[in-house]
């Protein structure tokens, strides 16, 4: 390598959210420099011993949700739900056309369903979550986790807002009325039988994704330079990353990163808790008018991870991954949709 070559990334940056509420200069370019960089950190210093307690609860209530017979966790598959709430099956969700190995529940905000809309497709995502009668504990463990998480979120995207020269408050009004969706993932070992993914390749949606992996386990990769690299989980700690809407809002400053999840060794799983903070689904973020220096850095907005059309509201690029992602739902409830050209 050359003296003066950049070296190779080998592992994620740590953040201090506590040091952003300050306006640490440091620790905001650090946030910056992150994620138009790789697009993910670790974060800590935002209670990360509570966050840790939290998420014991919420692990252990997915574990038992997870232990019941398959006969009972498939009363509330999200077959059952023109929202796409509830339980999916082994193989039930598709990343990049491909089987993703793993079993999981999709919690979004409870909400009545509303009459459809062809002028705003994605309301059909609204709607109640479906919850499993035998673990009563999970609703309120997820919920809270929810709750916390999102907390989290917004005082992060007030940092990146400053971080850019914008005012802390630049994101605000697009979350007002948020659509946060939290996804309670098994991931169980590979048996030779399974897909070789748990979750393919691929770009976050949204806006910004809080993950909290199971400590002790592995899987979750990063690609940085060309390259595949580990994120190990670190108890009480966020993984970080970006979605696809801070890229759009920022003309490519800041970076939503490609990544993948493997499956576990054969006789051992993993229980994942990513949570993804939304703005609402009629919502676009608003630009960021980078400073000259920023702005010649910036990359443009190409195109999703699937090499279809990037939209700045929100609803349009989340009903387009959940209609890919479980075709199972989209051909009982949604066929018509399907059709609309914005959507392919």
């Not at 966020?238 to 890229?247: D, Q, T």
């Not at 703005?279 to 443009?300: I, M, S, T, Y």
Request: proline letters at 9%.
């Amino acid at each position: 390598m050359a003296a003066d070559a950049t070296p190779p990334i080998t592992d994620l940056p740590t953040i201090d959210l506590a040091a952003l509420d300050a306006g640490d200069p440091a620790e905001l370019r650090a946030l910056r420099t992150a994620t138009h960089g790789i697009g993910f950190f670790y974060l800590v210093g935002h209670g990360d011993e509570a966050t840790a307690d939290a998420a014991d609860e919420l692990i252990a209530a997915a574990r038992e949700f997870f232990a019941l017979p398959e006969s009972r966790k498939r009363v509330i598959e999200n077959v059952r739900s023109p929202h796409f709430r509830g339980y999916t099956t082994l193989g039930g969700e598709r990343t990049q056309g491909r089987v993703d190995w793993r079993e999981q529940l999709d919690i979004g905000a409870e909400r009545a369903a509303t009459p459809p809309d062809p002028q705003r497709p994605w309301r059909v995502l609204d709607g109640p979550n479906l919850w499993p009668a035998e673990v009563p504990r999970l609703r309120r463990a997820a919920l809270d986790w929810m709750a916390g998480a999102g907390a989290v979120g917004m005082r992060l995207l007030r940092a990146w807002a400053v971080s850019l020269g914008a005012p802390a408050g630049h994101f605000d009004a697009a979350f007002a009325d948020p659509d946060p969706l939290l996804k309670i993932v098994r991931y169980p070992g590979r048996d030779g039988a399974a897909s070789g993914q748990g979750v393919g390749g691929h770009k976050d949606v949204g806006a910004l994704t809080l993950l909290y992996p199971e400590p002790g386990t592995s899987g979750l990769q990063v690609e940085a330079d060309g390259r595949w690299i580990d994120a190990p989980p670190r108890r009480g700690s966020f993984i970080v990353n970006i979605g696809e809407l801070l890229e759009v809002a920022t003309d490519g400053y800041l970076k939503a990163t490609n990544h993948k999840v493997l499956p576990p060794s054969e006789g051992n799983d993993r229980i994942s808790l990513p949570f993804f903070l939304n703005p609402g689904f009629d919502q676009a973020l608003p630009p960021v008018a980078l400073e000259p220096a920023l702005a010649a850095d910036a990359r443009g907005v190409g195109q999703d991870s699937h090499g279809g059309r990037l939209h700045a509201v929100y609803g349009l690029n989340a009903l387009k991954s959940r209609l890919r992602a479980h075709p199972d739902v989209a051909r009982r409830y949604h066929r018509d949709l399907l059709e609309l050209p914005e959507l392919r």
